[in-house]
Nanobody
Framework: QVQPVESGGGSVQAGGSLRLSCAASGYGDSRKFMGWYRQAPGKEREGVAAIYTGDGTTWYADSVTGRFTILQDNAKSTVYLQMNNLKPEDTALYYC?????????????????WGQGTQVTVSS
């Protein structure tokens, strides 16, 4: 079982950067996808980025490609989301998640495990 715990959210102006962290107990028990979702008020949940813990293969939503980078530190059982050139439309509650498969992240469907979320607010 994996229990993700997020940190690092906050408020920033457009064009700024933030780095989210996700420490996950049970991280090293098996190969899996770790990643991030977000949900803004009145909008559907969407997958943002994911990384396969086995070989570091990554996936990004089109809306964040080129601006966000997902990284893993296996020694610390931690996954990071480096967010650069943030835009007001990036404002949302960001959740760290884990699943055996990539499909939930791509589809925005509920993953096997997810955390409580951390708020990111980008002002114009």
């Amino acid at each position: 079982q994996v229990q993700p715990v997020e940190s690092g959210g906050g408020s920033v102006q457009a064009g700024g950067s933030l780095r989210l962290s996700c420490a996950a107990s049970g991280y090293g028990d098996s190969r899996k996808f770790m990643g991030w979702y977000r949900q803004a008020p009145g909008k559907e949940r969407e997958g943002v980025a994911a990384i396969y813990t086995g070989d570091g293969t990554t996936w990004y939503a089109d809306s964040v490609t080129g601006r966000f980078t997902i990284l893993q530190d296996n020694a610390k059982s931690t996954v990071y989301l480096q967010m650069n050139n943030l835009k007001p439309e990036d404002t949302a509650l960001y959740y760290c998640a884990a699943d055996l498969y990539l499909i939930p992240f791509i589809a925005g469907s509920e993953p096997g495990y997810w955390g409580q979320g951390t708020q990111v607010t980008v002002s114009s």
